[in-house]
């Protein structure tokens, strides 16, 4: 299913980044909602909503730009950020996914204990994986819109059937 490949996607890029965790968040009705939040042993984060930084999220969102952020604490944008602060986050990337222009979510990678985690090879390879999961969400939309237009078109045919004509 989609929600496995993107589950198995998070947990690479987990890995090839030295993460502690890592999140795919959609845009929803233009609010960001949580699709995949994994943990480097491989685990679903239960609250995967509270272990991200809000404010870096929507900046990438307002601006569709990477962002690397070195030591959010320090950071002068973010280091006042509630969510920066609570989470004693360190290093950050987070990167806009897109499909043919259109914004569709971020990925996003964090760590609280190591600083200047990220750096241009890492985004150059999240980059790659974030391309990846936009493909991934791109063909999970179009499956949906195919049922939907299957259900429809069952809908209608029963509402255009008509019974007991004799040709």
Known sequence: ?????????????IEVSNAERGFIILLSDNEPKVAVGRNLHKENLADALDLFSD????????????????DALQDETFKTS??????????VM????RDRGKLLGVLYVGNSRIN???DNQSLKLLTIFAAQASLLLQNA??????VLDK?????????????????
């Open 1 to 13: 299913s989609i929600s496995q490949l993107l589950d198995k996607l998070v947990d690479q890029v």
């Open 55 to 70: 404010s870096i999220v929507s900046q990438v969102i307002k601006e569709q730009k990477a962002l690397i952020i070195s």
């Open 82 to 91: 509630v969510s920066v602060v609570q989470l004693q986050l360190s290093s």
């Open 94 to 97: 987070c990167l806009p996914l």
């Open 116 to 118: 200047s985690l990220f």
């Open 141 to 146: 939309l179009l499956v949906n819109d195919l």
């Open 151 to 167: 259900q429809q078109l069952a809908e209608r045919i029963d509402e255009l059937q008509y019974s007991g004509i004799i040709g």
